[in-house]
């Protein structure tokens, strides 16, 4: 039996809502769109026999068909598609990437901070914003992020990192922090002993430890002069020379001081400390 199936174009109304499609899906889309326009070629009348719709079925899914070059293009493209987004899963702290930012050019630099160290150091920035505050930044980030997602759903992370939102977040970090240093010596002090503290298991239960990785330990000692430098990087944008009248004013208006009063002595103290130990 010759069953004979309609070729139609589907109305409007029919028609289901355009989605925002992965690049996998992006992939299949072509090769329907292929078979469909193969069974309109093949049409009498708007009509297709089972036959010529099975002829072309196996003429898409020959592994050594016409498509096969495309099918492999596309299977690079979808598996680096992929990775890049169980990647992307990976990164949620948003906040902490918009924190490192300053001073990621210093990442496993002899002179600056290890990677392993980051949560250290993530950790003391959050103890000196407080709970409170830093679980209302770490939600803006979030949002922020989403709002800077492409098509493929992953973060345009240099949108991110100039997005005007961020730039306030940072400035409200490098406030909190730098007015957490009035009292400076005691607070260097403590920052290096978070900073130093270098736990060689991690808790995965109340009574259950599994050790880390040898290449997961730091490997060189967080110094002084370590942190004079990850700070001077960090606190870049908040240079008082960079403080034009404009940017004065507004951060007058917002903190009620001026930038002089807030980072000046934080500063003073610092390039000493540089160029005590630099």
């Not at 050594?64 to 992307?88: D, K, M, R, V």
């Not at 979030?142 to 240099?158: F, K, L, Y």
Request: aromatic share 8%.
């Amino acid at each position: 039996m010759n069953v004979q199936t309609n070729i139609s174009v589907l109305t409007e109304a029919d028609a289901p809502r355009p989605v925002k499609a992965s690049h996998c899906q992006k992939v299949s889309n072509i090769a329907v769109q292929a078979m469909l326009e193969m069974l309109r070629t093949s049409a009498k009348d708007g009509q297709v026999s089972i036959t010529s719709i099975e002829r072309v079925a196996s003429v898409i899914m020959n592994g050594q068909g016409a498509l096969t070059p495309f099918y492999e293009l596309s299977q690079n493209a979808c598996h680096a598609s992929w990775q890049l987004a169980n990647i992307e899963r990976q990164r949620k702290n948003h906040l902490g990437r918009l924190i490192v930012e300053p001073i990621v050019h210093l990442l496993d630099d002899p002179y600056g901070i290890e990677r392993t160290r980051l949560t250290q150091f993530l950790e003391s920035i959050h103890m000196m914003l407080g709970e409170e505050a830093w679980e209302s930044l770490k939600a803006r980030a979030t949002i922020m992020a989403q709002a800077h997602r492409n098509e493929d759903g992953q973060v345009d992370w240099p949108q991110f990192h100039t997005d005007p939102e961020g730039l306030v977040m940072l400035e409200q970090i490098q406030v909190a922090v730098a007015r957490s240093f009035r009292r400076f010596e005691p607070r260097k002090d403590w920052m290096l002993v978070v900073l130093n503290s270098n736990p060689n298991s991690v808790s995965i239960g109340p009574n259950v430890f599994i050790p880390k990785n040898a290449d997961e330990k730091v490997q060189f000692a967080f110094t002084q002069t370590h942190l004079s430098t990850v700070l001077l990087a960090f606190f870049d944008s908040t240079r008082l020379e960079v403080f034009v009248e404009a940017r004065t004013k507004v951060f007058e208006a917002k903190w009620g001081v001026k930038p002089q009063k807030v980072f000046g002595p934080f500063f003073v103290e610092l390039l000493s400390l540089s160029q005590r130990f630099g």
